[in-house]
Structure formats: structure tokens, C-alpha cells
């Protein structure tokens, strides 16, 4: 009876490699979803932050009015289930007679595209000095991790404050400060589990089967710890998103034709008085969206990495 | 804390804008000559090092500069606000310790009840809630409708307060005037609950987790076996284990209670340190800023320190 011998010819096989590889993340991805139907609050988060971008990214066609032109005569319209309410403004119109729902929508804009994008540039910095520094030790990992000791003596507000004090109003100076020490808690992170891992068995072999340091980085180490950066990302971009807003509150955000929450906030606050809705409505907003950012991000970290979990 | 300092500085000078140009905004006419001068009395004419070298050598004997625009020095100007911002976060400090260590440990022990279930949500809610929006919902809630508590300010005009300390509350106690003491406590009410709210929301959950963990732990299973109270075993063994975790969280939410305070005393026309360096980013008046973030990291890193005396004093195994 003829027995093959050889096994290798399919694995050589280019194509299929990577056919396999994609079946097994799809696999991975579907057992995930599984897992996220057991935690239905988790999964009400994500629906929601979906709901969120989706309303960002489809501003324009959602959205009748003008978010940054109103019409003064139309000025402290309530929202539409107080008595003096009209549909056509579901939310009620600002001091300058703008639709607020309109705006809200405009805003979900500046403060999801801040929280992904300050986080995202963390990630990656901090992931890739931290990969560095816990594999490799050495010079420049005492230099790295004094920075970030340094940095850590400046909570986070003040930090960005400071800098947006200097760099002035503006989207690129706005990600700038929320980046600027935002990398240091993702460069932790990995430095840590990096040092932890790189002792274990199964970098050991690696070594021993000849893999050279990228390959045992990116293939052995990193697919084991990237979860928890995942995880530490997500509720990241919630503090992000309150930050930013705290900025944009204080008037230190983005310059003042652009409607964020924080900013929205901020001028209702002079109406308070005769028009509560114009500041808590937009506020409203944040909480909704960072909470369930944050119900996500705890029910992704039940999930991925349950040794992260709060409640023992 | 040298880092620091220099840190600071340069973020100061890498910004464009000359300072003299900056303190003759508001003013008149000035001649040339005059210009010079200023620049001569301010260092800003030497090379960026030998800048640096004033401003450390007097940072070190405790000389942070003259305001540009408030034309006064810095630490005077400090010390005049630093009383308000203590009493705010000394206020907001009670109030989270007062309401996160029952919530916590009442949590812990009734895992799972409504009370749990209720206490833990509204700390979720804390954590997710920006400051600022929180404040003006108090505001509009407590002042606005109901008319119970004072929307800014730190007194009443009119109560007659003497300034002794420039702590609104002592003062009124150390002069007897009853009228201020009411007056200045029922102005901390709002800002301090603000203020405290997501710092008790991050302690009680860590309380409880620790809590939860040290309940389970063999020395509190002896406790209970050798008969002790419930009570007992819950306060003296899992309590002091559990306070471990938690004092270093309360040490890091002291950068809440600062970065927080800008906000919270914009929010609440709070005159202390926050609403000053605030106004002057505004008037871009660097000395000043430079001076109060050297006071905010400063106190930053001395409350962690605390923490790590703390720590040893709970956990005799650590060894400073």
C-alpha cells in the first residue's frame, strides 16, 4: 500500500496558506460573536457606538439644516415634547437659532474621529516603543522608559491642556496633545507583558528553530498580547473623548466654527437659564456614547482578557 | 521633578509670540528703548540655555517669575488662589472617600444584590460622565429649579467673612461667623460632589474588587472558622488588605482632582488656581502658566509619594 509521506507540498502552497489563515480568523471572529451574545450589555454598547459612526459618517445626508449657519429669529425653539416644541427641531435650536439635533449629529464627528484616531496613534507608538524596550532592554529602554516616567508626572488633563495652551486651537494640535502622553500607558503595557513573555517556552523554541528577533516579535510574541492592547484601546477612547471634550469645554479645543459637544456645552451654558436644553443636550450625547464605549470595552475585556477584569 | 521643570520651560519657549509684545497688548505707546529694557530685566534677550539657568536657579529658591499681565509674582499670585483650590479638593476628597468606602465594602459584602447591582451602575455612570456636564446639571437641578444651593462663588456677599487663612471655611470658624461658615459650606456642596463624583466612582470600584478578592482569601475563611464576628472579619482582615489596591487608585485620582479643578472651577466661577490658569492661557501669560503646572506636578508627585508611605505603613512585606 502506497503511504504519502510528504505533507509539506500544500503547506508550501501560498495561496493556501493564507486561505487557512483567513478561515481560522473568521472562525476566531464568528467564536467572538458567540462570546458577545452572552454579554448582551456589551453587545447593546457596540450597537450603540455603531449607531454613533454611522451617524458621522453620514452627516450630510442625514442632517435638513445648516450645522453652523441659524436664523436668529428661530432662536430658543424647546425641543418638541416640551409645550412650545416643533417637530420640524426635534432637540430645540441654540442661542443662534441653529438646529441642536443637527449639530449633535455634526459633533458626533470631531469626538469619534478624536477618540480613534488620539487612541490609534497611541497604539502604535506605544506598542512599537514598547516592543522595543521590553525585548530588547538595553540603552533604549532606559531612555524610553524615563520619558515616560516623566510624562506620568503630569495627569493627563494638564498635560493636554498645557500643550494646547501653547500649540493653539486645531484638529492636528488637538491629537497632538491628547498623543503626546497618551502612548505611555499602551508602552507600559506591552513592556511589561513583552518582558514577561520573551521568557517563556515557547519563544525559547522559536529561537531554537533559528527564527530570527522580527520574526519571533511580530508572529510569537505580539499575537499573544495584542489582546490586552485591544482591550486597554477600546476603554482608552472613551477618556479620549471626555478629554477632548473637557478641551473643547474650556475653549482650548478646536477653534470655535466647529461644533463639538464640549463646545456646545459651553455656550448653552449662558442660556442655562432660559433654554436648559441647549447645553445638557449635548452633553447627554458624550455620556451616552462613552458609556457605552466603556460597556464594550468591559464586556471586549470579559471576553479577550479576562485577567484584566475588575470584579476578581 | 527637575525633568519636569525643564519640560515646562521648553514647551513655554517653543511657542511663537514675544513676550513684551504680549505685556504691551492692552497698553499704549512705548518706545524702542523701553522695549529693550523689559526684554533685559526678563532674561529674554539671552540665548535659550542661559534662560533656562535663571529659570531653574529661581524656581529652586522658590521664585516662578513675574505674570506678564497681571504684573505680579507668580508665587504671590499662587498663594493667593492655592487656599480656594484646596478647600474645593479637600471637599471633593471627603465627599468621595464618604460615599465610595460604604458603597464599596457594602458591595462587596452583598455581591450581587440590587444594592450592588445599583451602586455599581451608577459608578459606571460616573466614570462615563465629563465633569463639566455633570456640574451644570447640578447646577440647573439644585440652584435653578429647586433654588437650594448657590450657583458660583465660594460666599455670600454680605456674610462679612474676615480673610485670615484665605480657607473660606476655617476662617469663618476661627472669626465665629456663623452666617459665613453656612454660607461658604453650601457653596462647596456642588462643586465638591462634582468634583469628587468620578473619583468615588473609581475608588468604590476598586474597593469592591478588592473587597470581593480578599473575602474569598484563606486568612478571612480562618477568621470566620475560628468564630469571629462577621462584622470583625469584614473590617479588620478583609478591609485592610483590601485598602491596599485602593490607596494607590485614591493617590492617582489626585491628578483628577487637579486636571478636574480647571474645569470644575471654570464651571462653578470658583476663584482658585484652575479658573487663574485658565484665563491666563488665554492672555498667554507664560510665567504664570509655567508656575501653576509646576505647582499641579509637583503636587502630583508628592500625593504618590504619600501613597507609597501609605503603602508600607498597610503592607509591612513592602520595604521603602
Known sequence: ?312 | MFGVAIIVFFFIRLTPGDPVDIMMGQGGAISAGELDRLREEFHLNEPLHIQLWYFLRDAARGDLGYSYVLKQPVTSLIAERLPATIELAGGALIFSLLVALPVGIISAVRQNSWLDRLSMSSAFLGISMPGFWLGIILILLFSVRLHWLPVQGRVALGSGLQERTGFFVLDSILTGNMAALTSSLLHLVLPSITLGAPVAAVIARVLRSSMLEALRSDYVTLARSKGMAETWVVVKHALRNAMIPTVTVVGLQVGILLGGNMVIETVFGWPGLGRMVVKAIFDRDFPLIQGTVMIYAFTFVMANLIVDVLYTYLNPRIKM
Open chain 1, 1 to 312: 500500500m502506497e503511504v504519502n509521506h510528504d505533507i509539506s507540498p500544500p503547506f508550501r502552497d501560498q495561496a493556501y496558506g493564507w486561505r487557512l489563515r483567513l478561515e481560522l480568523w473568521w472562525r476566531n471572529f464568528q467564536s467572538f460573536l458567540r462570546d458577545l451574545r452572552a454579554h448582551p450589555l456589551a453587545m447593546a454598547g457596540g450597537i450603540i457606538v455603531i449607531l454613533y459612526l454611522f451617524a458621522a459618517i453620514f452627516a450630510d445626508q442625514l442632517t435638513v439644516y445648516d450645522p453652523t449657519r441659524g436664523d436668529l429669529r428661530l432662536r430658543h425653539i424647546p425641543p418638541a415634547w416640551e409645550a412650545e416644541g416643533d417637530w420640524a427641531y426635534p432637540l430645540g435650536t441654540d442661542s443662534q437659532g441653529r438646529d441642536l439635533l443637527t449639530r449633535i449629529i455634526y459633533g458626533a464627528r470631531v469626538s469619534l474621529s478624536v477618540g480613534f484616531l488620539s487612541v490609534g496613534i497611541s497604539v502604535v507608538v506605544g506598542v512599537l516603543f514598547g516592543t522595543l524596550a521590553g525585548y530588547f532592554g538595553g540603552r533604549f529602554d532606559a531612555a524610553v522608559s524615563r520619558l515616560a516616567d516623566l510624562l506620568l508626572a503630569f495627569p493627563f488633563l494638564i498635560f493636554a491642556i498645557g500643550v494646547m495652551a501653547f500649540l493653539g486651537p486645531g484638529f492636528t494640535n488637538l491629537i497632538l496633545a491628547l498623543t503626546f502622553k497618551g502612548w505611555v500607558e499602551f508602552f507600559r503595557l506591552v513592556r511589561g507583558e513583552m518582558l514577561a513573555e520573551k521568557t517563556r517556552e515557547y519563544v525559547e523554541a522559536a529561537r531554537v528553530t533559528g527564527q530570527g528577533h522580527a520574526a519571533i516579535i511580530t508572529k510569537e510574541i505580539l499575537p499573544n498580547i495584542i489582546q490586552s492592547v485591544f482591550v486597554l484601546g477600546t476603554l482608552r477612547i472613551g477618556y479620549m473623548i471626555i478629554t477632548e471634550a473637557s478641551l473643547s469645554f474650556l475653549g482650548l479645543g478646536l477653534p470655535p466654527d466647529i461644533p463639538t459637544w464640549g463646545s456646545m456645552v459651553a455656550t448653552g451654558r449662558d442660556a442655562l437659564l432660559v433654554a436648559w436644553w441647549v447645553s445638557t443636550l449635548p452633553g447627554l450625547a458624550i455620556v451616552l456614547l462613552v458609556m457605552a464605549i466603556n460597556i464594550f470595552g468591559e464586556g471586549l475585556r470579559d471576553i479577550l482578557d479576562p485577567r484584566l477584569k475588575l470584579d476578581g
